[in-house]
C-alpha cells in the first residue's frame, strides 16, 4: 500500500495534465496540455473553449504520460482525478475519462481537491511535517490555512474578490503587454515578473495598500487593480497612446504593481504567521510555510517571502515552479498521501458529485 502507484488526472481550469507517481514521490510519467496561448489570445478563459480543449487532448495526454513511465497499467493502483473547485465543464472531462479508464482496467478513483493538491505537493519534495501554514496564490484563488493532514485543512483567510494571478493577468491584458513580442506568449503574471525587471524604478508609482485596518488574513486585490488602472488611463491620455500602442511607462507600472500585489502577500502572511503562533496552530520548533500556485512561481514574490521567512523563523518551502501551476503530478501524489493514510477510495463516484468553483 506504501508504496501504491497512482495515475493522477487534472483538468479543472485550462491546462490537462496527467502523471503517474509512486510512493517514493518519483514521477514515472508526465504529461501537460496548456491552453494558454488560446486563452490569451480569446482576451480571457472561455469555458466552452477550455472544455473543448481538454475533451481534444485528454485521451493523449493520459496516454503520452503512461508511455512515457514504461508502466504497465496492471502496476497502477488508482486513478486520482481533481473534482473541486473548478470549472464545471472542465472538471467534468477529467472525471468522466478517470470513470472510463477505471471501468477498463478496474481501477479504484480517488476525487481529490485542487487546492488540497497545490498544498501536498511540496512533501513530494522536501520533508515537511504536519502541521505547516500554507498559502496558495494562482490565477483562481488565494488563500492561507493550517495543513493539519492530509485531509484536514484550517482555511485562515481567502480573498474577498479577485485571485492575484487574475489581478495580474487583467493588468497585463490592460497594459497591452501582448503587443510586445518578448512577452506576447506568456501568461499576464510572469509577463509582468519579466517587465519589472526592466523597470528604473520600482516605487515609481503608489499604490493604495488594501485591508490596511482589517485584522484577519484575508485579501484583496481589486482596489490595486483599479487603482493601476485609472494610473494607465491618465498616463494614456496624457501620452497620446492609442490603439496598440504601449505606454512608455510599462516597466515602472509592472514594478509597482508587483511590488504592492507582493508586500500586500507579505502582510497578510505575516499576520498569519502570528496567529498560528499565538493559537498555537503550529510548533514553536518546527515553523514551515508552504507556497504554490502558478503566482507562486514570481521568484521575486518567492525571495520576499522568504525574507519574511528570515524575519519570523518560518522556513520557507515551494515546489519547482513547473509544479506550482497546474499539473497531474501534484493529483497523482495527492492519491498516494491518501492510499498512505489508509483514506478509503470511492468505488462509485458519481458525476454529481463534482463541485464546481464557489
Ligand atoms: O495555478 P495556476 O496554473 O492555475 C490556477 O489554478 O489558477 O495559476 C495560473 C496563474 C495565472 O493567473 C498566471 O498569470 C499566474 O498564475 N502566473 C504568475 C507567474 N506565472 C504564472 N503570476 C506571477 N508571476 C509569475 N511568474
Ligand atoms: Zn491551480
Redesign the pocket.
Known sequence: RYYATILGIET????TGCAIVNGHGQILGEALHSQTLVHLRNGGINPIIARDLHRDSIDSIVGEALAKSQCDISNIDGVAVTVKPGLLASLQIGVKYAKYFSRKYKKPIIPIH?MEA?ALVARMYEDIQFPFLVLLI????CLLAVAKDVEDFLLLGQSLDD????A??KVARRMKLRNIPEYSHL????A??LAAKKAKDTHSFQLPPPLVRSRDCNFSFSGLKASIGRTIQNLEARHGVVGAQVIPQVHELCASFQLAVTEHLMHRTERAMEFCIKKELIPPDRKNLVIS???A???F?FESLKALGNKTQFKVYRPPPPV???NGIMIAWNGVEKLRKGLEFTPNFDLKDIEPQC
Open positions: 479543472s481550469c485550462d491546462d485542487h497545490h494562482s490565477g483562481g484563488h485571485a492575484p494571478g487574475e495580474f493577468d501568461a499576464g503574471g510572469r509582468i515578473e500556485g502558478g503566482v512561481c514570481n521568484d514574490i506550482c501551476t497546474d
